[in-house]
């Protein structure tokens, strides 16, 4: 199983677990992690929004220049900063840490 923590805004972490290949915001969704994904994961919107930790954000593929795109368009952005619905967890990710920003920009309201 592949560990993901997430650290809540209050800076409360939480532990989620998988065993496939899945992105980040579906393992957020089945885990009851504050994240909205109003899109459902087709980087129309920026509610997935998260900023990964230093030193796991280098074992991330770039983001894609459409989702840097969007994240243009969101608040609180870092050089870390990513999509959720564009990060696909695998074994290599176990123990990946993200941060929730404290707030997201919903771009399809």
Not at 42 to 68: F, N, Q, R
Not at 97 to 108: D, G, H, L
Request: proline letters at 4%.
């Amino acid at each position: 199983m592949t560990k993901v923590i997430f650290v809540e805004k209050n800076g409360a972490q939480k532990e989620a677990f998988t065993d496939s290949k899945t992105t980040l915001l579906h393992i957020a969704q089945a885990n009851d992690i504050d994240m909205e994904g109003a899109c459902e994961g087709s980087m129309a919107c920026s509610t997935c929004h998260v900023i990964v930790a230093d030193a796991w954000y280098g074992k991330l593929p770039p983001p894609t220049e459409a989702e840097a795109d969007m994240l243009d368009l969101t608040y609180g952005v870092s050089r870390t900063s990513r999509l959720a619905c564009q990060i696909v967890v695998t074994e290599a990710l176990d123990g990946l840490t993200v941060s929730m920003p404290q707030s997201t920009r919903n771009m399809m309201e």
